[in-house]
T-cell receptor, first 114, second 114 residues
Framework: SQTIHQWPATLVQPVGSPLSLECTVE??????LYWYRQAAGRGLQLLFY??????ISSEVPQNLSASRPQDRQFILSSKKLLLSDSGFYLC?????????????FGSGTRLTVV | DQQVKQNSPSLSVQEGRISILNCDYTNSMFDYFLWYKKYPAEGPTFLIS?????DKNEDGRFTVFLNKSAKHLSLHIVPSQPGDSAVYFCAASAKPGGSYIPTFGRGTSLIVHP
């Protein structure tokens, strides 16, 4: 069965520090991978998605970047965090099944920038 | 501009009664709709979906209704249970360029009182 792992669960970082959140998927190959953010009082905002190694699409201009160094690994990074980067970050994967598909989310990372 | 709207940020229901969560969308290209359930500090989990060729889909206590002419869908939970207390996200997707990437609403927090 497929599983998705995301870590760390919580993170408190000072303004201006770097960030690296990692997400890995097991039990499948060539997944579509996504990074979402849920800020306080807002819905789920798509940040990045990737349909293959090295292929990253950015949905929202921001202080963050994403990379996919391996087929089942997706990394969210920042060189210098801002207070506005605080939020709940979710990694998700999907298989391109055509008509029937589903998104499976990781357990999330609560990031607080202080 | 929000393409998927959940206008009620919260809903309170008595155990055993019906919960009705509403969702409106503006993009007529959307052809697949999903509901996700999210507990605090966890990732959302897929609940139920419906394609635009149907107007109803039922799975146990959960039923989703789609009114394409009104661009409206609703999730009915009958009977409601305290364990249903969570944030419910409505999502919609289209495939203009070959990849289903859902747009999420801001969520409705459901509280089911014993």
């Amino acid at each position: 069965s497929q599983t998705i792992h995301q870590w760390p669960a919580t993170l408190v970082q000072p303004v201006g520090s770097p960030l690296s959140l990692e997400c890995t998927v097991e039990g499948t190959s060539n997944p579509n991978l996504y990074w979402y953010r849920q800020a306080a009082g807002r819905g789920l905002q798509l940040l990045f998605y990737s349909v293959g190694i090295g292929q990253i699409s950015s949905e929202v201009p921001q202080n963050l970047s994403a990379s996919r160094p391996q087929d089942r690994q997706f990394i969210l990074s920042s060189k210098k965090l801002l207070l506005s980067d605080s939020g709940f970050y979710l990694c998700a994967w999907s298989a391109d099944r055509g008509f029937n598909y589903g998104y499976t989310f990781g357990s999330g990372t609560r990031l607080t920038v202080v | 501009d929000q393409q998927v709207k959940q206008n009620s940020p919260s809903l309170s229901v008595q155990e055993g009664r019906i919960s009705i969560l509403n969702c409106d969308y503006t993009n007529s290209m959307f052809d697949y709709f999903l509901w996700y359930k999210k507990y605090p500090a966890e990732g959302p989990t897929f609940l139920i979906s419906i394609s635009s060729i149907k107007d109803k889909n039922e799975d146990g206590r959960f039923t989703v209704f789609l009114n394409k002419s009104a661009k409206h869908l609703s999730l009915h939970i009958v009977p409601s249970q305290p364990g249903d207390s969570a944030v419910y996200f409505c999502a919609a997707s289209a495939k203009p360029g070959g990849s289903y990437i859902p747009t999420f609403g801001r969520g409705t927090s459901l509280i089911v009182h014993p």
